[in-house]
């Protein structure tokens, strides 16, 4: 009954917020205008036929396209047809760019996820008439849910998890997200902790399929660019990669460079690459105001990841680009992940892991509980409490882990093929019950 209620209010809600909705749009359509492109689709209605019988699944930005990457490619590689849904133009972008081949041939379809809106969900389903529907990380929408078990399409989270604080909000009061997520039809999680979250709120079919992350494919060309300009850097000068800062950690990050210039030399050079796009500007001129040499990737880079100007002199690069953050990992002896320093929570340290680079982040790591709590056990990834202990252990020589982040890679990768495996055993009792 209090479910029923719930999505009784939440259906009225939609009705008068769909107006904020289209305007906030409108909005991030002035800086971003692919947010006003193909609007119907927002409202499942298609232009063009989509291709039936596809595995759906919601990868909303660019994260979530790049961390399913590689299972992507597992399902084209095995036949299977894939529709991909989008919430932002990154997202979307990123999956033109790296399916563009498949696209052309039909093999992948991109097309903007509905509205949470019964009835366009219902419209989006009857277009592609789904398999089998897989959301990505932790995206809990109720019309999405009910819409998709009302069609009889298995709706699975994927690469789930159940991060400490949401999981304690939620368990309080009326439990509403959880009753929400108790209609999902079940989830691949990361790892045995969070499947056991999952089931301790209701929710069965949870199978452990482990981090897609792990599975994601490195771009060899700027993995070859990033040599090649390391190797412009003198011997002996560090290189501390900065991924995914955010705003609020911008000064303190720019009083620990300065800090950090000030050591004997040669002193480091710092990449920094802001998570937030329209953050470029502010950071530069944050940096430069801190009496800071900052070069802009797009001034002395080029296309190619060429270098266009020396950097002698100069104490940060400035990653004022999107989806070159292996390039800007592999240049790097340690890489510092932003968000920890932030209530909001640490970003993914996986990718500087992936490619051999020892981790530092903030105190708000709940965020990545998985992998960090492995990460750390092994001395590959360290929790700081402040700016201070920062500094301290930047000043610390690299510590050279090679072989335990070896281990930590070899044990943990995998996941494509255990979430191929779980997705066929879903369609396999599908078929048969």
Not at 272 to 295: I, K, N, T
Request: one cysteine or more; proline letters at 6%.
């Amino acid at each position: 009954m209090i479910l029923q209620l719930f999505l009784l209010v939440y259906r009225l809600a939609w009705l008068f917020l769909l107006p904020v909705v289209l305007v906030y749009l409108w909005h991030r359509g002035r800086k971003d205008p692919d947010y006003r492109t193909h609007l119907a689709e927002r409202f499942g209605v298609y232009g063009r036929a989509l291709p039936k019988g596809v595995i759906w699944l919601h990868v909303v930005s660019l994260g979530e396209t790049r961390s399913a990457a590689g299972l992507i490619r597992a399902l084209l590689a095995r036949g299977d047809q894939v529709l991909l849904t989008h919430f932002t133009p990154a997202g979307r972008r990123e999956s033109a760019r790296l399916f563009a081949a498949e696209i052309a041939s039909g093999a992948v379809t991109v097309v903007w996820v509905p509205f949470d809106m019964a009835w366009c969900h219902r419209r989006f389903l009857t277009a592609c008439r789904p398999r089998i529907g897989l959301t990505l990380e932790v995206e809990i929408w109720p019309a999405m849910i009910f819409t998709a078990r009302a069609a009889g399409v298995p709706l699975y989270l994927c690469n789930g998890q159940y991060a400490t604080r949401p999981l304690a909000r939620d368990s309080q009061g009326l439990r509403l997200r959880q009753r929400v997520i108790r209609g999902l039809a079940g989830a691949l999680v990361k790892s045995q902790l969070q499947a056991d979250r999952f089931a301790r709120v209701g929710l069965t079919n949870v199978i452990v399929t482990g981090e897609l992350r792990f599975d994601q494919p490195i771009p060899e060309n700027q993995l070859t660019a990033a040599k090649t300009l390391r190797a412009t850097i003198p011997l002996g000068r560090e290189v501390i990669t900065i991924a995914s800062g955010v705003q609020g950690e911008e000064a303190m990050f720019a009083t620990v460079i300065k800090a950090i210039k000030a050591r004997p030399d040669p002193a480091p050079l710092f990449v920094y690459v802001p998570r937030a796009p329209e953050r470029f500007d502010a950071v530069a001129q944050s940096l430069e105001a801190a009496g800071l040499v900052v070069a802009r990737r797009s001034q002395v880079l080029g296309p190619d990841l060429s270098p266009l100007a020396p950097l002698d002199g100069v104490d940060v690069l400035l990653g004022d680009s999107l989806g070159e953050m292996f390039f800007y990992l592999a240049l790097c002896d340690r890489a510092i992940v932003g968000g920890g320093f932030t209530e909001r929570g640490a970003h993914n340290v996986i990718e500087p892991l992936m490619l051999g680079k020892p981790v530092l982040t903030g105190p708000h790591v709940w965020t990545i509980e998985y992998p960090f709590v492995e990460a750390e056990a092994l001395g590959i990834a360290r929790s700081l409490p402040d700016a201070y202990a920062l500094m301290a252990a930047l000043k610390e020589p690299t510590p050279q882990v090679a072989d335990q982040i070896a281990a930590f890679l070899a044990e943990h990768s995998g996941a494509s093929a255990k979430t191929l495996a779980a997705i066929d055993r879903v369609l396999i009792d599908k078929a048969g019950g």
